[in-house]
């Protein structure tokens, strides 16, 4: 047993397992889903050290199917912890397919983060698209049906993309490493492409917003974990210092806030915050130095704990009300008192207040955008962190739990739910608190930096503190956007609305133009056909009996003709 797990690449054996759950039943099969990324676990911290490294050849080409080093093993770990409690979440779920998905969703995305090749990368890339499609088809409703195959159409069209870069580079340098790719070649900027629709580039994001809030209530826990994250690894994998990454990571941080503020799902307004949270990362990227890589691996490590915690809260509100509705909502925390707790952690560790998981993650990136002079970036970014406050810190707590009371008196969470929640919380906390001791350590490279100065906690205090003045003078004057029954579209509207209505009105217009071909021809064939009968019917000109001496005069005539045809 010892001997066959060691042979077995990280991730293979959540994959395998996730197969091998549609052959139990009961609680037999829920155990099985918590107990496999323990197992998995184990796996990674037993037998696949850092330097780890597994090589293999394919006809010509030589392959690296596990490659362990420190950047790596930052997203293997949070990705174990987070299928774990995921996985826990999810406990008192029936349903087959849902576990299934989730476990061979998990197990691909771990085994990408370990890929030392740009093949092996792919077979995993497409494997995390097939399989957590039916996390969102699983909810079994219309809308989750249509957006899941515009998530599938995407994610697949992400890997058709990574597969034509991957043969371009190979093409090109001969080699098959998954390392750093740079823009200079075809390859390299198709693979960028292909990992920036999967990490939500401006203008390539509405997928998440779109799937996300529509996939089942334990479903976008996984999803919130696992997808956007691989991206971020892989870019930071393969174009760490990519000039082009500043900028658009100041964009995602950015113009999220704006559509957050107005969505009244509130699943989907933790899609754009987790939108939102990814500029960050990328620009942490494309930054380049130690400094910020780290920061951006300490964020995708907080981000994936404090985005499923609120996930999590959501996904229990959701449950027991049956909405996720702003407008819908409020009062709850004197029914889900310990969701409420569970939440405001959540919402306390996005916003990175001091103690807890996001003040000591996204400053690593903040201080190095400002050490390296880029004024206007670091204002951007700073700008983000105070809209991500308004928006996640403050709208997702007060009008779920709290604002006018809806009246709604419900059950608290599922007890499985609620340790999920709470161990994810604690984390949180933890992380905030020991950050040298819990998460620096963990990082890619050695790490010399202290949250805790007295500058750092009340610059982030004053932030905070008139984000905060901010939402209240607005909520009070009532200036602050009225939480709407409405879908909030911004790209997504060239997809599911011009697109649609251009093809609607293209198909019209062929039909109307193909009746009037089709009548005109039609027309002019019954005219045709029907002078051929006058002129071929007995008493036709053609069809008549002709006199002898009027043929020959007829001859004459056409012969005549042909002479002086033949010598003009």
Not at 72 to 101: E, M, N, P, R
Not at 123 to 146: N, P
Not at 277 to 283: A, D, E, K, N, R
Request: glycine content about 8%; charged content about 10%; overall charge positive.
């Amino acid at each position: 047993m010892t001997a066959s797990l060691a042979s077995l690449p990280p991730g293979l054996l959540l994959i395998f397992g996730g197969l091998l759950l549609t052959l139990l039943r009961g609680r037999l099969q829920r155990i099985a889903l918590v107990a496999l990324p323990l197992a998995s676990a184990w796996q990674l911290l037993q037998f696949f050290p850092d330097g780890t490294l597994v090589q293999a050849q394919i006809f010509d080409y030589e392959l690296t199917p596990v490659r362990i080093d420190r950047l790596s093993l930052v997203w293997g770990y949070v990705f174990h912890i987070a299928a774990f409690v995921s996985a826990l979440y999810a406990f008192h779920v029936k349903d087959t397919l849902q576990h299934a998905s989730a476990l061979v969703y998990a197990g691909a995305a771990i085994g990408a983060v370990f890929a030392g090749d740009l093949v092996t990368l792919f077979v995993y890339w497409e494997l995390t698209a097939l399989s957590s499609v039916f996390l969102i088809w699983a909810r079994k409703t219309e809308r989750a049906f249509h957006a899941g195959m515009r998530y599938l159409v995407i994610q697949v069209g992400s890997g058709v993309v990574l597969l034509s870069g991957v043969l371009f580079h190979l093409h090109a340098t001969g080699s098959l490493d998954f390392g750093a790719i740079g823009l200079e070649s075809t390859g390299g900027k198709l693979i960028f492409l292909a990992f920036g629709i999967k990490a939500a580039f401006p203008f390539l994001h509405n997928w998440l917003q779109d799937a996300y809030p529509e996939a089942t209530v334990t479903g976008t826990v996984f999803l919130s974990s696992f997808t956007t994250k691989l991206a971020i690894y892989a870019l930071a994998r393969g174009f760490a210092g990519t000039e082009i990454l500043i900028p658009i990571g100041a964009a995602m941080t950015a113009f999220p806030i704006f559509f957050a503020v107005i969505e009244n799902d509130l699943r989907r307004v933790l899609a754009y915050s987790l939108n939102n949270q990814l500029g960050f990362m990328v620009v942490g990227i494309g930054l380049g130095t130690q400094m910020s890589l780290d920061g951006t691996a300490a964020h995708a490590f907080v981000h994936i704990l404090y985005k499923a915690l609120l996930f999590m809260s959501m996904g229990a509100v959701l449950l027991r009300t049956g909405t996720a509705n702003g407008s819908d909502l409020g009062g709850l925390y004197k029914s889900m008192p310990w969701t409420t707790g569970f939440c405001i952690v959540g919402a306390a560790s996005i916003s990175a207040f001091p103690l807890f998981s996001g003040f000591v993650a996204k400053s690593l990136i903040l201080t190095e955008a400002a050490e390296q002079h880029r004024t206007v970036i670091y204002l951007i970014l700073l700008f983000a962190s105070a809209g991500v406050f308004h928006h996640s810190g403050i709208k997702i707590p007060y009008f779920a739990f709290f604002g006018h009371d809806s009246g709604k008196r419900v059950e608290e969470a599922p007890r499985n739910m609620l340790w999920a929640m709470g161990l994810t919380a604690a984390a949180c906390i933890a992380i905030g608190v020991f950050p040298h001791q819990l998460l620096y350590p963990l990082l890619p490279y050695p790490v010399d930096y202290q949250p805790y100065t007295t500058s750092h906690v009340i610059t982030q205090i004053q932030l905070l503190l008139f984000s905060a003045l901010a939402f209240t003078v607005l909520n009070r004057t009532g200036l602050y956007p009225p939480e709407l029954r409405s879908t909030v579209l911004d790209t997504d509207w060239l997809y599911r609305k011009a697109a649609p209505t251009a093809i609607g009105w293209a198909y019209r217009t062929g039909r109307t133009v193909d009746r009037g071909v089709r009548a005109a021809f039609l027309g002019a064939l019954s005219s045709f056909l029907g002078r051929s009968e006058r002129a071929f019917n007995p008493k036709g000109l053609l069809g008549r009996t002709w006199s002898t001496r009027g043929m020959v005069l007829w001859a004459t005539v056409l012969l005549a003709v042909c002479l002086v045809s033949y010598y003009l």
